[in-house]
């Protein structure tokens, strides 16, 4: 049996219910596994939602969760990726007082370095916003902090597989149903 503890993209593919997020993250908390992290969004079909979950657990353990998220009523199908499967990003934005721009020659080269995005500027604040791998996101963070940050938020993951997923058919048939 395979123990070995591994990070999965979970792609869960649902109508939108009220009471489905807390049915769903029961299953994992019934396990005492944390959720890294989750993000829902529009699917590529209409009435259809796509929830993204990070866990880290083992593929005997993963199994065991997709047949229980498979049996939600609401469910249309759940998927697991390993990030070897996947590509994925996150995004995050930084709010820093608009004087340390203007003032610190060190965080325009951290901006230009990181290949962050100046979204906004205005007299009392500059909002960055970077998109990449949680560690390029960690690294931007850890390089910002000593220059104090107002405020940070950090989305869930979003991924796609590398591979075609055949749910594209599926979801069509269930959308013309």
Known sequence: METEKKLFTVSIYTENNVGLLNRISAIFQRRHINIESINSSVS????VSRW???VEISEAQMRK???QIEKQVEVIKAYYHTDEETIYQESCLFKIKSDLLFEERQ???IIKESNARIV???REFFVLEKSGRKSEVELLHRELKPFGIMQFVRSGRIAVTKDEMKITQLLESFASA
């Open 107 to 109: 965080i325009q080269n």
């Open 52 to 54: 993204t979950i990070v």
């Open 65 to 67: 969760i997709i047949g």
């Open 120 to 122: 906004t500027v205005n």
């Open 44 to 47: 590529e079909i209409d009435h």
